[in-house]
């Protein structure tokens, strides 16, 4: 029990220092200048001259707001020179490697957003952030996708496309006809929804190699920088097409308008993700993520059997492509909402049934197994390695914490009954409690840094709140373990349970208003 209580201490700072670092990640992302850097693309050897010499000029400017006592200039000096070195050595190692970039001007991108049941406030705040985002407008496309049943869709779309119709290149509309046999959901919808838009845009002329499209879910807003981002990290990647390029979703939409526990599960969700980007050897597609147009035709689309769209997507792609597919993380943030329907009981059933559906990518699992039984061609180790990871995800997820919390005394109990009492009667019997609540202790003030790394990443708190509710955020972390353990570990262990005992799960629209 206390190498268990050891291993996940060991793992909460791991979390924090990976966290931390993609913060600052972040950071360095949103103060460059990505339209330049992506410009620069067309003539590298122009470029690494240009940031040579801008590189140069900074280093004097920066020595003499040194000797002249500015001190906040000349860290802003150096900031922005560290972010120039930075390019150009990804510049000199383009060229040293031989490796041609695309033409980032023949790129295009396009937003598939599958919708039903959202609010036309919500379907306009997505829309005006793709509209607003850098990139120019005749490479910049959107396709929504709503049931053909669903009237109010069908309308909230008509109205969008009045709104923001001439801010794109084409706004198209895809009427999902939910097919036969199929488990309604969001992977049939963009099963569909891919399908059409392929069909469409090679009858338009497109080369799907050139087009990048961005799975994104109805309530998140791009970051302005996002498509200029983008297109840089997949215009240098020699593997582009066999990679799913993954941005951090961060929860704060609504953060402040929804209740304590859904905000911390929200907050929660998003560190976890921070966490996983600087772990992409075990980073698998979630909720919003971009993959060439090429890649999606041939990995023949999304599912249509699955209600865990986003991470089947990845593992369908990493059989196809015999395990050479992987996830790139980009450090940008993708705001979405947190669960907020129209009460707060419903918010907190809405809350678990949505942590529930996504801890039924547990069926995974078998879907992985399967294939990697009939893929020989990935070497062993890896299927073995990739197993592992996926196995102790979902494992972990469900019963961590309970072990965590009770299992210090288990030995004691078990040893006192069947009549072994004499490990009671040790020190390390007597103390073994004590050591695992220390061990807790130390995972728990972690939670100081996060703190520290949410307050600068969270937006502003309402105007209209006073002092003492805004001492209260803070306080609020000392309820993380319950409400980790109710509105996380628990619906996690109520869908490993349903798979056992073979009780399917319906696909349900979280409910966001």
């Known amino acids: 029990m206390l190498s268990f209580d050891f291993y996940w201490l060991y793992r909460a700072v791991v979390v924090i220092v990976s966290v931390s670092v993609t913060y600052l990640r972040i950071r360095d992302v949103l103060d460059a200048d990505w339209r330049a850097q992506l410009e620069g693309l067309v003539d590298l050897p122009t470029r690494q001259r240009v940031l040579e010499d801008r590189i140069e000029r900074i280093r004097v400017r920066v020595r003499d707001l040194d000797r002249a006592g500015d001190r906040l200039a000349a860290r802003g000096g150096r900031r922005e020179r560290h972010r120039l070195e930075s390019e150009l050595a990804t510049v000199k190692r383009l060229l040293a490697s031989g490796i041609q970039p695309l033409d ?82 969001k992977s049939s919808a963009m099963a569909y929804g891919g399908r059409w838009l392929y ?21 998140y807003r791009v970051h302005r920088q996002y498509f200029t981002y983008l297109a840089h990290r997949f215009a240098i990647d020699p593997d582009r097409y066999h990679r799913l390029y993954q941005p951090v979703p961060m929860f704060h939409n609504n953060l402040w308008e929804v209740p304590l526990a859904v905000r911390l599960t929200a907050v929660g969700a998003t560190h976890i993700q921070m966490w996983r980007s600087l772990s992409p050897e075990r980073l698998v597609s979630f909720s919003s993520y971009a993959v060439s147009l090429r890649t999606v035709h041939e990995v023949g689309y999304w599912a249509t059997d699955a209600i865990p769209e986003d991470s089947r997507f990845y593992w369908k792609s990493f059989f196809t492509y015999a395990g050479t597919f992987r996830a790139e993380p980009l450090f940008i943030p993708v705001f979405g909402d947190a669960v907020r329907a129209r009460t707060y009981p419903r918010t ?166």
């Open 199 to 219: 069909r469409e845009l090679v009858e338009l002329g497109y080369d799907p190699a050139m087009v990048v499209v961005t799975d994104l879910d109805s309530d």
């Open 348 to 513: 907190l059933y809405q809350q678990y049934t949505q942590i529930r559906r996504w801890a039924w990518g547990v069926t995974d699992i078998p879907y992985y197994i399967h294939h990697a039984l009939t893929h020989p061609e990935i070497p062993l180790g890896v299927r073995l390695h990739r197993l592992g990871d996926l196995w102790s995800d979902h494992i972990n997820w469900a019963v961590a914490p309970y072990v965590l919390i009770f299992g210090s005394n288990l030995p004691l109990l078990i040893s006192n009954q069947f009549g072994h009492s004499e490990f009671a009667q040790t020190t390390l019997g007597h103390n073994l409690p004590v050591y695992a609540a220390w061990m807790l202790t130390g995972a728990f003030c972690c939670l100081m840094i996060l703190i520290f790394i949410e307050d600068r990443i969270a937006p502003p708190r309402p105007e209209s709140w006073g002092v003492l509710r805004r001492a209260l955020v803070y306080v609020q972390w000392l309820a993380v373990p319950a409400v980790g353990m109710v509105f996380s570990n628990l619906p996690a262990l109520e869908a490993q349970t349903r798979l056992m005992t073979g009780r399917r799960l319906e696909y349900r629209v979280t409910e966001k208003v």
């Open 104 to 185: 980032p001007r023949r790129l295009v991108q396009v937003a598939l957003i599958p919708t039903y049941t959202e609010p036309y406030a919500k379907l306009e705040a997505t829309l005006r952030a793709l509209a607003d985002a850098d990139w120019p407008a005749e490479r910049k496309l959107v396709a929504i996708i709503t049931r053909e049943t669903d009237l109010e869709g069908r309308e909230n779309v008509a109205r969008l496309r009045q709104v923001f119709g001439d801010r794109f290149a084409h706004f198209f509309h895809v009427l999902d006809p939910l097919e036969p046999g199929i488990v309604i959901g």
